[in-house]
């Protein structure tokens, strides 16, 4: 009942109603061990395969955009047409592996900058996050 509780308040502060369908997708995101990367894609059809209950692409989208917007989870642009996203929204860094597609968490404090370029005037930087890319 705790849970239900905090998925409805995540819903209604990030804006949105908490309709079955949106109760779903917010309980696929936050009610897992692990942090969860993934796409609007894998994730509708991750809720589309488990229950009865069918989610539109477009309501599995509007979630994750106000998820997103409210910070409960932090997008991940891999490429200039492919966004993934994530439940952990602390500082951390990523490995992307280009053949299978995935992503994986690497700890802030394990990537050592020595030079950052200053932002524009009137701009600071509000956070850095790297993403190496892996190959075969």
Do not use: C, W
Not at 5 to 24: D, E, F, H, M, W
Not at 73 to 85: A, G, N
């Amino acid at each position: 009942m705790k849970q239900k509780k905090a998925i409805v308040n995540k819903l209604r502060s990030s804006g949105l109603r908490p309709t079955k369908q949106r109760v779903l997708i917010a309980q696929n995101l936050f009610e897992r061990d692990k942090t969860f990367h993934f796409t609007v894609e894998t994730l509708n059809k991750e809720i589309n395969k488990k229950g009865s209950e069918k989610v539109s692409l477009a309501t599995v989208y509007n979630t994750v955009e106000a998820f997103t917007k409210a910070g409960h989870i932090k997008q991940i642009l891999t490429s200039k047409s492919k966004s993934y996203f994530d439940t952990n929204i602390k500082s951390h860094h990523h490995f992307y592996d280009e053949d299978s597609k995935e992503l994986t968490d690497i700890n802030y404090n394990q990537v050592k900058l020595s030079k950052v370029p200053q932002p524009p005037k009137g701009k600071k930087i509000k956070n850095l996050e790297v993403v190496i890319r892996l190959q075969k």
